[in-house]
Structure formats: C-alpha cells, structure tokens
C-alpha cells in the first residue's frame, strides 16, 4: 500500500533547526502551532471534529513549507490500517507515545468478530505526542536521543506512578533545565498540561487553542477545503474576507500548478506519462522475486513454517519519493494564466466552443476526435478539468452549464460529480444516508451476499472484501428506504457504477443510485414488476420494427423474442452485461437523455449485430446473447443518439415512465429539441397520448404516436409555439378510410389507401403507384390515420411484414383531430 499526498519542501525538524539560532524562535515555533491545530481540525467544539480517531502524531509526520506552513502527514495511517489491526507494526514513533497508548500495548482482535477489543484512547493521545514535539522544538535536540527503544518505553510507563510532573523528569533526564528558563511562563504551562499523565487531566485540543500561549495570535484563518464538497453543511462564506493588496501581489507570483488539488495534477502528471509503479522501482520499493524463492523450507502441522525470511514490505517505510512534474510543466508550459482561471459570465462566449490553446490550437477541433483520444490527450483534459472544478462549485446554480458541457464529454477526474449533477442529486445526503439503518438483519441480506461475489470481480475495486462491505450498505439503504420495492438480481449491478466511482464516498454513491432508479427503472423493483417490464418491452419491439422492419421480422419468424435477451439489459441499464470501461462511457450520454433513452441504445445494439442476427437462427441467437459479443460502444452512443433523435417522442409513451419533476431552481435546462423532451408527463388535453392496454400493445408491432406529435411533426399549425430549431423530419400520412370519407375531409398531404382494397394475397400492394410512393418516401415517418384502432393496427402491420420503415399509428384515429380545425377537403384530383 502506497500513500501519495503533497510533497513539501522539507521536514519540520529541518525546519526548526534552522530556526533555532533566530531570535523569534518561541513566537515562530507558536504560530506554527496554532495554524497546524486549526488546519488540521483541532480546535472544534466538544463532540465535534475532536471526536476524530488520533493520528499518533509524531516530529516525522509534521512537514514545512518554504515559508513555514506546517502540514500533517501520514495522518490516514489509523483508517487505512482498520486502527492497526491489519497491519504487523505500531503505528507512529514509540517514544512519542502516550503512556495510556503503550500500557494498552498490540492491537488485539477478536478472532470472531474481528473487531478490536482496546477501549478507544480518544484524541488526547495526540496532546502528549504534540507536547513531546514542542519541547524538542524548543530546545533545539532531541529527547533521549541515546536512548534505547526499551529504555525510552521504561521511562514513558515510569511516569504513571511517578509523583513528579513528567515535564520535570524529562528536563531533567535531559539536561534541559536552564534552556527552559529563556522561554516564558505560558509556554512552560503549555507544555506541562501537554504533558500531563492523566487523559482526564490532559488538556483538550480546544483547551489548547484557548491557552494563554495564544492569546496574541491573529485571528483564525480561513479552514481550507481540499476538493469539491457537495451539499455541505457548513457556511461556506462565514469567514470569507476579502484580500488585502500584500496578499493580492503575493497571489500574482503564485505557481498556477501549484494552486491545483492533489487529485487535478497526479491526473495530469499520469497522462503526460507518468508512471508510479515504474518510479518507486527505480527507488527499490518493488522487487520482483522468483516465485520458489518464496516458498517456505518446511512447514509444520501447526501451520508454523521455517526457512524464509520476514518479507520487509511488510513493515511501514518512511521513505518519501517526489514524483517529477517536470513533463508535465513542459506539456503545460505554453497555456496562459488566464486558463487556470476560466470565467462563467458570459454564457455566448460558452457557446461559441472550447477555449484555445497557443500549443494545441481550436480545442473545439479536438472535441471531434474519438473519446479514447480526447480522454488521453493532456492538454485537452486540462482545459475540461479547469473549467468543471469551477461548474461543480457552483452547483446547482450552473447545472444547465454542467448539462451543456456534459453533452460535449465527461472528463473521467470529475464523473462521479457530473453524474450527481444530471441527476439532480438534492438535499443533506450524508445526513440521509446515516440516518438509515444498515446493519439490522433483513430477510434479502442471504440473496445480497450472493450476488455481490459474482458482480465485476475483475474490477481491482469492486473485488476488495471492503467494496463488498460498501456494496451491501448501500443496496440495504435502498432496500430499506422504499419499503413499496424488494430486491431484485441486476440491483448489484446497478449500484456498480456509482460505487466504483464514488468509493470513498459511499453517501453520494447511495444518492446516485436512488435517483437513478426512479428516472430510468421506475417501478422495475416491484414485488410483481410483470406489468412494468412487459409494457417496456412491447414499446421496444414497437421500436426495432419502426427503425429496422426486416430485422423486427426475422426475430419474429424465429421466435426470439426481447424477454430471451432484453430484460437483463434494460433491468441493469446494461450494466450487467457490459464491463465498467464501457458502461461509464455509455452511461455519460445515457443521463442526458430521458427515461426512452435506453431503448433507443437497445436497437442500436441490435443494429450493430444486425448482420449476424439475420444469418442466424433461434439457437445461434440464443448462444449470441448467452455471451454479449464485442460491442463498440462509441459507435453505439452515437447510433443511439440518432435513432433517439428520428424516433417521435410520443412512440416511447409508457404509463409506468417517470414523471419529471418541476425544477425550483430559476437557472436550469430547457429542452432545446423537440426530441429531448420527456413525453411521459401527466397529459392535459385530448390531443396528448394516454394509457393503453398491455395486451393492445403486444398485438400491435407499431408503435403509435399522438396527435400533437403529427401536428409538430407535420409543421400543420405555423404558429406551433413547440416548434424548435431542430429540424423535423416530414410525415408520410396515409388515410386508410375509404375514397367517400376522404373525400369529406382529411389531414393536409395526406394519401388515401383504402384498407378493404389495399393488399393482395401474398401481402403486397394491390397497386403500383401506392408501393412507388412509400418506396420514394422511404425514410419519412409514415402515419397511418384512420376510425378504427383495429384496421389501423392491421394496415401498419402489414406495411412492417413488407419492410417498410418508420411506420406508426395515429393514436385514437383522425377523429382525434376534428376539434382541432386541421382537416381539410382534399382537391379534386386526388
């Protein structure tokens, strides 16, 4: 295990060793103190952050800057090692160890419960570490430094029946006595209530900061936050002061590289070619050993072996490697000070493209390229990390910017925080997600142990005993915060995604995925969902046979129906039967589509295996999707996206969809395109789709659209207020009444086919003329209107059975349209 952080200049104990000769040394080494208490969270009320698990705070875990700003390292020791019980080392220095802390002595788990069985020390075992360091600061050398480790363990555990303040016994022990005359009385205080044996006595880390010592400091900083934090509780602006013109000057020589997060530059620093693995290598922190040198000579029944020396890398190593950022500034060197710094205000100058580059020329030209190139390109993802960072701060208010910059690409540092944002992620979500009971037993815990083992092992992540862990609490919180749901296999896979992204941060995973299901699976987790997943896939056969006829006909003649293969796609969202790689890339377009989405990428599936499909018969196709074959998912989103954009809104209609609902926010998406809007709404005139009978859908192979759609589609009201800039596609209209009722009236450009005369025997056309039309007007939406649901039903099937596309149905027929004042008495010649 590796741990990277921020390499400082140079270690505190170097630090202070420069200082000791100055005659500010006191005042120096306080104020240090004071900001490390504050930056580090020390300082907070009682049961707040003081609460927090103790970092064994030792000299070498303490850094300087240049200019003398101190920083904790190695302060995650206790979490990453479970408080120590897995690892084979004390964490931190001995000699700066409280007594309480060594009295405990090892780590002791229980082999049952694996939990440790130590009472918690608290974290005022870091008071008598930071006292020890202080006083060392002080004096400028090193307590017991001849000391050996089990002469220092005796003297710290002498202390607890000592009647003298351990303070004296180390000023003492070290000669120290006149040097501790030259420092004033409050330090002295500070130093024996840091000092003290007794944790009850011990000064608090409140205390601390409230201590005379600090009586003449400034006023507190402003606490610094490390990364994006959503939906925080803490008042961001409740310190905010504006800077003074020194502070303004300083700002201007600043390292803009320098200015960025952790996270931003080691994501940088790999794609400009970085490679950990090969630096620490090179520093002899990997060795590769044959494998049958590490077997052991024998081993004994008791399971004791013999014969191999202790593996050293599993002891704790010090060592600290500053990784070169050296390829990365020269990457970086020719991009201006003003794109660290991009501004938001004007939202023309956003829509004119991506910012440029003197290196790399138009990036609005590199956003042509495929996606794996863009997401490797250094320069390129420079500028989209800058510019998200600064839209994810000011969510929600810039969450139609995110939409729109999301429509371009997602850069992979900051997708779990885009997807938060497309799904509109609300409210406290830490608070929610603690308030849920997790650890109760519940009847589904057996089936959620059973399934988590086998989804995505081959991910390093989601195969740790930890991940699985995370992934049951998070699918219990669901289960259990929507009691009307039970659990159903493809849930796991669901979750995936958002754990693999959201790891650390299992709060925003369980927010993710609670929005997710409703938007896209509404219904789907129902103890009796037939009805929902039956309707799902009935508009999805509506939809292959609309865009792909020959296909929809072959997988009918051969039986190989959407419930043999479908129903894990859309009840995972294809997560179960695609790998994380390409489901993260597919799911970036899948969010900014709305709940019919995911059918549209179900037929460009189809679409890809199209080939394949219509040479095979029903048990090849079967051995087809027993195996999801290779897919390029790239050219998937992009067919998908073209079908979503051909297909009527109204076609997806399904009474068990998602109600959107209605943004408070003034400053969100509107849907530009006709296509983008979510049709499933609550309707409200006549004009609108309705319900219609699940057994009515499975009898019909077209998919019917509403008379608004073929008033939209059709362009048939000039004044249309939900005419948009997109470019719609012109309808075939074929009246399939008879020439007397035509005659009468009838929707502008429409054909008339009578139905009792239109097809022959075999299926064809009866007349020539009528099949030369539809063959002209191949690739336009063709709207069967008519008086009977039935006749129209029968009529479209029969034009699907002969190939032709993009056939559909006029919901409740053309006598939907005469209040409408749209028909019209076609000319004589017709």
Request: negative net charge; aromatic residues 8%; charged residues 25%.
């Amino acid at each position: 295990m590796y741990v990277p952080e921020l390499r400082l200049s140079q270690q505190l104990k170097s630090y202070l060793e420069e200082s000791l000769h100055s005659d500010h040394l006191e005042k120096s080494v306080k104020h240090e103190l004071d900001k490390l208490l504050q930056e580090s969270g020390y300082g907070e009320d009682e049961g707040g952050d003081e609460a927090a698990v103790p970092v064994k705070l030792v000299k070498t875990s303490l850094e300087a800057l240049n200019k003398g700003n101190v920083k904790i390292s190695k302060y995650g020791m206790n979490y990453m090692t479970e408080w120590g019980q897995n690892v084979a080392y004390p964490l931190g220095l001995v000699r700066y160890m409280a007594p309480e802390v060594i009295c405990c002595g090892p780590v002791v788990v229980d082999e049952f419960s694996n939990a440790v069985v130590q009472l918690n020390l608290g974290p005022k075992v870091d008071i008598w570490s930071l006292g020890l360091v202080l006083l060392e600061a002080f004096v400028g050398r090193q307590l017991w430094a001849t000391a050996t480790l089990q002469q220092a363990i005796s003297k710290i555990l002498a202390f607890v029946n000592s009647e003298y303040e351990p303070m004296d016994i180390i000023l003492k022990d070290n000669k120290l006595e006149d040097v501790v005359k030259t420092l004033s009385p409050e330090t002295v205080d500070l130093l024996k209530k840091c000092l003290t044996v007794s944790p009850i006595n011990r000064m608090s880390s409140s205390e601390l900061l409230r201590h005379n010592a600090f009586a003449s400091k400034i006023p507190r900083g402003i606490p610094y936050l490390n990364g994006i934090q959503f939906f925080s509780s803490r008042i961001d602006l409740k310190h905010l002061e504006l800077p003074t013109e020194g502070q303004i000057a300083l700002m201007r020589k600043v390292d803009n590289l320098s200015q960025r997060t952790m996270e931003e530059v080691y994501y940088l620093w790999r794609l400009a070619g970085g490679d950990l693995e090969s630096v620490l290598k090179r520093a002899g922190l990997i060795k590769s050993r044959p494998p049958v040198t590490l077997l052991p000579c024998f081993i004994l029944n008791t399971g004791e072996w013999f014969g191999q020396k202790r593996d050293q890398s599993e002891l704790l190593d010090n060592t600290m490697i500053a990784l070169s950022q050296e390829q990365l500034r020269n990457r970086l060197k020719d991009i201006g000070d003003a794109f660290y710094y991009p501004l938001l205000e004007d939202e023309k100058e956003m829509l004119r493209g991506l910012p440029t580059s003197p290196s790399s020329g138009d990036l609005s030209q590199a956003a042509t390229l495929p996606l794996i190139i863009r997401e490797k390109d250094v320069e390129y993802q420079f500028h989209r990390i800058i510019l998200y960072e600064r839209l994810l701060l000011g969510y929600p208010f810039k969450k139609a910017h995110i939409w729109r910059e999301a429509r371009v690409d997602t850069p992979p540092l900051y997708r779990a925080q885009v997807w938060a944002a497309l799904l509109e992620v609300e409210g406290d979500i830490q608070v929610r997600y603690d308030s849920i009971d997790k650890e109760t037993p519940t009847p589904t815990d057996r089936q959620i142990e059973v399934d988590i083992p086998r989804c995505h092992q081959y991910h390093e992540l989601l195969s740790s005993p930890e991940a699985h862990k995370k992934f049951k609490r998070i699918l219990k919180a669901w289960i259990i915060s929507h009691t009307e749901y039970v659990y159903w296999q493809g849930l796991d896979s669901l979750c995936a995604p958002f754990l693999a992204l959201n790891f650390n941060n299992e709060a925003l995973a369980f927010a993710c995925l609670d929005a997710f299901i409703p938007k896209y699976l509404n219904k789907f987790f129902l103890k009796d969902n037939s009805p929902v997943i039956q309707e799902y896939l009935a508009v999805f056969s509506h939809l292959v046979a609309y865009h792909d006829p020959e296909l929809s006909n072959h997988l009918d003649a051969i039986g190989f129906i959407p419930d043999l293969y479908a129903i894990p796609w859309f009840l995972t969202m294809y997560a179960h039967v695609f790998p994380l790689h390409k489901i993260v890339h597919l799911w970036d377009t899948l969010l900014l589509g709305n709940s019919s989405f995911p059918l549209c990428i179900g037929v460009a599936i189809l679409h890809q295996l199209r080939d394949r499909l219509l040479a095979y018969g029903f048990n090849d196709c079967i051995l087809l999707f027993s195996d999801m074959p290779e897919i390029d998912i790239e050219k998937c989103v992009q067919d998908s996206i073209k079908i979503f954009c051909s297909t009527p809104k109204s076609a997806t209609f399904r009474q068990h969809a998602h109600v959107s609902k209605k943004s408070v926010w003034p400053h969100t998406r509107t849907s530009t395109s006709y296509y983008t809007k979510e049709y499933n709404n609550p309707q409200t005139n006549e004009l609108s789709k309705d319900n219609i009978p699940i057994e009515e859908l499975k009898l019909e192979k077209c998919p019917r659209i509403s008379a608004e759609d073929l008033i939209d589609l059709g362009e048939l009201r000039t004044a249309s207020v939900s005419r948009s800039p997109t470019a719609k596609p012109k309808l075939l209209i074929i009246d399939i009444r008879s020439a007397e009722d035509f005659k009468r009236g009838t929707v502008p450009g429409s054909i008339n086919i009578p139905f009792h005369n239109a097809f022959n025997a075999d299926g064809t056309l009866m007349s020539t003329q009528m099949a030369q039309i539809l063959t002209n007007h191949r690739l336009q939406v063709k709207v069967v209107i008519g008086t009977l649901i039935k006749t129209m039903s029968e009529f479209a099937n029969s034009l699907v059975a002969l190939g032709c596309p993009r056939v559909s149905t006029l919901h409740h027929g053309i006598d939907v349209l005469k209040p409408t004042g749209l028909l019209t008495v076609p000319p004589a010649d017709i």
